[in-house]
């Protein structure tokens, strides 16, 4: 079977390189590009102010929150790693258990026993999640509302200075 040929990214590299570097040497090359360059940064800091600018507190915000979610999510995963290792810990030396039962009524009793178990801990992790997905949400969502908080404590103060200005 065929298989497709792709290209290393060294050359992807390397390629992209070449074409933003101008292949002629010397003075000619230099100022023809310096303008330009100059512009285009000039542009990219001008357009980012003009983005970001006002709003970087909000981006701040918005960031703050995807670090919460970020550092949620890794808590949730060691904890869900945490409980099946110690379900599975306990399934093993259930199933030993099983295998020494000496009649069906109490090979029946074990198993009993054991669904009874595993239900309550699948409540008490189900409960333990819930509390914690809780906490998150409420990390997550704190950053965006303070600054929500702030903003319309500045858009009052905004009107309230306009109203007085206006009463004057």
Same mark, same amino acid.
């Given at each position: 079977?065929?298989?497709?040929?792709?290209?290393?990214?060294?050359?992807?590299?390397?390629?992209?390189?070449? +074409?933003? &570097?101008? %292949?002629?040497?010397?003075?000619? !090359?230099?100022?023809? =590009?310096?303008?330009?360059?100059?512009? $285009? #940064?000039?542009?990219?800091?001008?357009?980012?102010?003009?983005?970001?600018?006002?709003?970087?507190?909000?981006?701040?915000?918005?960031?703050?929150?995807?670090?919460?979610?970020?550092?949620?999510? +890794?808590? &949730?995963? %060691?904890?869900?790693?945490?409980? !099946?290792?110690?379900? =599975?810990?306990?399934?093993?030396?259930? $199933? #030993?258990?099983?295998?020494?039962?000496?009649?069906?009524?109490?090979?029946?009793?074990?198993?009993?026993?054991?669904?009874?178990?595993?239900?309550?801990?699948?409540?008490?992790?189900?409960?333990?999640?819930?509390?914690?997905?809780?906490?998150?949400?409420?990390?997550?969502?704190?950053?965006?509302?303070?600054?929500?908080?702030?903003?319309?404590?500045?858009?009052?103060?905004?009107?309230?200075?306009?109203?007085?200005?206006?009463?004057?």
């Amino acid at each position: 079977m065929p298989t497709a040929r792709t290209e290393s990214t060294t050359s992807k590299k390397a390629a992209a390189s070449s +074409a933003t &570097v101008p %292949q002629a040497n010397g003075p000619a !090359a230099e100022s023809f =590009l310096a303008p330009g360059a100059i512009l $285009a #940064e000039r542009y990219r800091d001008t357009a980012y102010e003009a983005v970001v600018g006002k709003n970087g507190e909000n981006v701040s915000a918005a960031m703050s929150a995807g670090e919460a979610m970020l550092a949620g999510m +890794a808590e &949730v995963s %060691q904890e869900m790693l945490s409980f !099946a290792g110690n379900r =599975l810990r306990d399934d093993m030396e259930t $199933a #030993e258990d099983f295998s020494k039962a000496s009649s069906p009524q109490e090979l029946f009793e074990k198993q009993c026993g054991f669904a009874r178990r595993a239900a309550q801990q699948y409540a008490e992790e189900t409960s333990k999640m819930i509390g914690l997905m809780a906490r998150i949400q409420q990390s997550c969502w704190a950053p965006m509302e303070a600054c929500a908080k702030t903003a319309l404590q500045n858009l009052n103060d905004a009107e309230g200075e306009t109203g007085n200005a206006a009463k004057k």
